[in-house]
């Protein structure tokens, strides 16, 4: 038995091999308590974007530490989340006017189906249904898990979770389906919105799908007057090669969930941006039709401070350089595996490349998860395959030499793990 008390997250104790220390963070890596070093190619789950421990969001963190900590913020406000808020809606898509602080992904994705049904019972008629994509991912609350992929993930808490309507996933040749599906659920007008994560579904397995087929849900949602809420807690600040994928579509969703590298990685933040319209419809005179959430850190100013070093650094430093040489480079080291039997279905959206592992059995549980986790550690490098899906989605930071490792020991891992057609 481990001596320690802590209970990790999606980690099965009883078959875990011993968890490494890490004592020190920085650029692309971690370095353990024994000296050596990881290549961090999941960016830490998917939340440091420029690399870790970046100078200026340190140096804000700890600035402001010296004069602001937690503040309640019903009824108070402070500088950092004031400035962030300005910045938040220039940054994002247009008609995004209002910004709703909450701690993490699951928090703001919550905030933003309340907003959905709160809109609709304050102006009425009053909606409850939600659409999702199939295999979507928006969180481990019971609210995000009800919106998400159901699975061994959730099958225990399955009784607790509320009814959705589904979409199929818009795979190549299928798009029209999709689209098909959703103006038939949206038809009646009882679908209060449509949850998407815009063009890359992360923890569903990297699947990605075209920008056209974003553009054309919102043209649906609009025209049966259904809330679009984009989950862009993923694929915000730069992942999918723009700072937001929406603008790949061009489109504003009603409803806009930041959080992952809303601080560029470094501490819990989040922000659901609504537009001014779902504002208005809980400004009244009437406190029935207050929006009635908070979280206890809710606008932490020393996360606040952290956002927005993370923005200044995306305006003067030339980060949308360094992601468009990262998404040419990721395209082009996929390249090599095209001919590749061992693999299936490469993809690249922006910075972020998937490739399927060839092997008897698929899913999140296949036997191969923890073999392939532990061939990339034994190699220094931290790759955490979503079953046979190997994916790298690294900081910001990571060189072209570090990026070949990968794609190297990717290969080697075909030859071992993978079985030909
Ligand atoms: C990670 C993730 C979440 C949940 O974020 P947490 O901070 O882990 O609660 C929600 N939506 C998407 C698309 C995510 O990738």
Redesign the pocket.
Known sequence: MSQSSVWHPFTQHALEPAIPEIVLTEGAYLHKADGTRILDAISS???VTHGHRHPRIMKAIETTASKLDQIIFAGFTHEPAERLAEALVSLAPSGLDRVFYS???????EVALKMALGYFRNTGPPRSRIVVMEH??????IG?MSV?ARGVFNAAYEPLLFEVDTIPFPSTGHEQETLDRFEAVSRDRRAAALIV?PLV???GGMLMYPAWVLAELKKIAEASGTLLIA?????GWGRTGTMFACEQASISPDIL?T??GLTGGAI?L?ATLATDAIFQAHYSEDRKKTFFHSSSYTANPIACAAALANVEIWQDEPVTDRIAALSARQAAGLQRFRDNSCFTDSRVTGTIAAIDLRTGSAGYLAEIGPKLRAFFLERGLLVRPLGNVLYLLPPYCITGDELDGLYDAIEEAGERFGSRP
């Open positions: 789950w998917w939340v701690d993490s992904g699951s928090t703001c994705v979507s991912y928006h969180g481990d609350t995000t998400g994560e579904l992360g923890a989950d862009e807690v993923m694929t969930c959080s992952k819990p989040a």
